[in-house]
């Protein structure tokens, strides 16, 4: 399950707007909004209290912040694609490498914690099909091919099961697992900070996206 869903969850999302074409990104803010509240939840109520189970101190805390610099670091690239942005030209013709770049080192990140906590996969597939029907519609409404917008996803979706992959088998991760699971508990409250702070724009109150936040985060403390 935890390799085919994120594979699954991605592609079905690319057909989904190829056949619908929906073409307003801003009908599925509240999907980001719930997924955001959902993956912080799941990081705290989960993640966290694991890492620090195994190690306390300070350098705990080090490598989640190092988490959250990395992902900074990554949006130089990515222009915050991992929270709902593509800002990258509709009308260029050549392969988005860097963008692809960043949002696989994201993804693979992602999938390092999911072979010690399953719960953790729900969160990461909400977040993986919010994320990938945006993509979707920048890719497919871009001048890129239909097969180069197919190979761009494709190989996205397979980076989350690569990641949980190489947390079973390559013996640096095995070894180093905490340290690195906290380095990618920093990257997921990054992305998912972000998305919900987004998710309140103007500071307006939204009862609808209050609603879903709260939601998100009540399902997570029940998983």
Known sequence: MIYI???????????????????KKEHFRLLLAFSGAFLLALT???????????????????YIMIGILLQIFLEFF???????????????????WLLLGSLSAH?????IPLS????????????KIAIAIILSIFLLGSKLKRT????????????TPL??????????????LVFI??????????????????????????LRKLVVIMLGIIIAYFL
């Open 181 to 206: 699971n906290s380095i990618v508990i920093g990257v997921l409250l990054h992305i998912s900070t972000i998305i919900l702070f987004e998710s309140s724009e103007g500071h307006k109150f939204n």
């Open 44 to 62: 705290i109520f989960e993640l966290l209290p694991e890492v620090y189970e195994h190690h306390n101190g300070k350098s705990i805390g080090v």
């Open 107 to 111: 993804a693979l990140l992602e999938g």
């Open 148 to 159: 180069t917008s197919f190979l761009f996803i494709l190989l996205f979706s397979f980076m």
């Open 78 to 96: 990515s222009k915050g694609a991992e929270h709902g942005h593509v800002h990258l030209s509709s009308a260029k013709t050549n392969f988005p």
């Open 116 to 127: 010690e906590n399953n719960s953790l996969i729900f969160g990461i597939l909400v977040h």
């Open 5 to 23: 869903l994120p594979i699954l969850g991605v592609l079905l999302s690319f057909l989904f707007v190829h056949l619908y074409k929906p073409s």
């Open 163 to 176: 990641g949980t992959y190489l947390s079973q088998s390559v013996g640096f991760i095995i070894e180093n």
